[in-house]
């Protein structure tokens, strides 16, 4: 199931955060490939990502990223697979099989997005997600609606919908 997926994370100058959150997809035990979408301008955040990726065993793409949403469509250029997975660098996937649960929703649901409830590694905006998912809960009766630091769509619907 595993390997319809890819997984683009933009960043800007979180070297560190990035390669948390790859350890993180690590221990999910995933077979995808992922890119990192990296924009940075510090020498020491793009060193940092490219001794992970050079010592990876996990497939780890480094390309030219932009603002967020920019370095998203960069990634989304490269994408082989039925799904995407958008990750920011600062999302702290708690829950250890929680990509799978939601991919395996998108699959068997046959849904174009499915999102989750997370939090950032610092913990510094956690009060801003738990705001998105009061907001999430009230707009999901009228219209669908995704917080941009975990969207898994079905790869066909990011490319219709542009």
């Not at 991919?103 to 913990?123: E, W």
């Not at 510094?124 to 738990?130: E, I």
Request: glycine share 8%; charged share 20%; net charge positive.
């Amino acid at each position: 199931m595993n390997k319809q997926l890819t997984i683009v994370i933009p960043c800007k100058n979180e070297g560190r955060g990035v390669i948390e959150v790859l350890k993180l997809i690590r221990k999910q035990q995933l077979d995808c490939q992922v890119i990192v979408a990296d924009s940075s301008d510090e020498e020491g955040s793009i060193l940092l990502l490219k001794k992970y990726q050079a010592n990876s065993i996990m497939p780890i793409r480094i390309i030219t990223g932009g603002l967020p949403s920019v370095a998203r469509n960069n990634g989304a250029k490269h994408i082989k697979t039925s799904y995407v997975l958008f990750l920011d660098a600062d999302i702290y996937l708690k829950d250890s099989n929680i990509i799978t649960k939601c991919l395996t929703t998108a699959i068997g649901g046959n849904y174009d997005l499915v999102t989750c409830k997370f939090r950032t590694l610092s913990g510094d905006y956690n009060w801003v997600f738990r705001l998105f998912t009061i907001i999430q809960k009230i707009s999901s009766k009228f219209t669908p609606f995704a917080i941009g630091g975990f969207m898994l769509f079905k790869t066909e619907t990011f490319r219709a919908v542009g």
